[in-house]
């Protein structure tokens, strides 16, 4: 299983960093994404701070990827923002996208896609014309595990499907109850309008991790 979006106490999470990564780890995580919440006010403590939960790797067999995810974030700045993420040492970089269930700022999944970040997070009822860039930029389009963010799931994946766009599973964890086992990953994908051997495939060849 590898998850790469996941929060903990540096923004609204419940878990000290040792502590989701070592909940990952007992679940078969090979890889984690630690990706607090950051906009321009606080990025430059949480990369700081995340960053140094790759002491760990050297003791847990499990691969650790400092990163952010922005949100709310108002489009115009997201480009600029996720230059400064990856200049700041951020190996993963996440947008939070236009969720149903978020007031987010139209214009946020574009924006979120022009830059070329990683990955955008629950992008809702992303257009076609969005989905193909996804795939012109290489950036994955999230399926989530998250309530209420996961009721576009379907939607996602048809217009992942339709432009040809890569797809990546993550539970969006806040708590130790909201990691999933790789069994529950292919679930989910499978759930969301993939095949099964479709959901097998993007569970366990990741898109971004090799």
Known sequence: MIDLHTHTTFSDGELIPSELVRRAEVLGYTAIGITDHADYTNIE???????????????????ILPGVELTHVPPQKIAQL??????????IVVVHGESPVEPVRPGTNRAALEAGVDILAHPGFITLE????????DVCLEITSRS???????H???MAI?????????????APEDLIDSER????AFGAGLTLEEAREIV????IIR
């Open 162 to 174: 339709q432009a040809g766009a890569k797809m990546v599973v993550d539970t969006d964890a806040h």
């Open 148 to 154: 209420g963010h996961n009721i576009t799931n379907g």
């Open 45 to 63: 403590h949480i990369i700081c701070s995340v960053s140094k939960a790759k002491y760990l790797e050297g003791i847990l067999d499990i691969r």
């Open 82 to 91: 996720a230059d400064l993420a990856r200049n700041l040492g951020a190996e």
């Open 156 to 158: 996602v994946v048809q």
């Open 185 to 188: 990953a292919i679930q989910i």
């Open 130 to 137: 969005e989905a193909e860039m996804a795939r012109d930029n």
């Open 204 to 207: 366990m060849h990741h898109a």
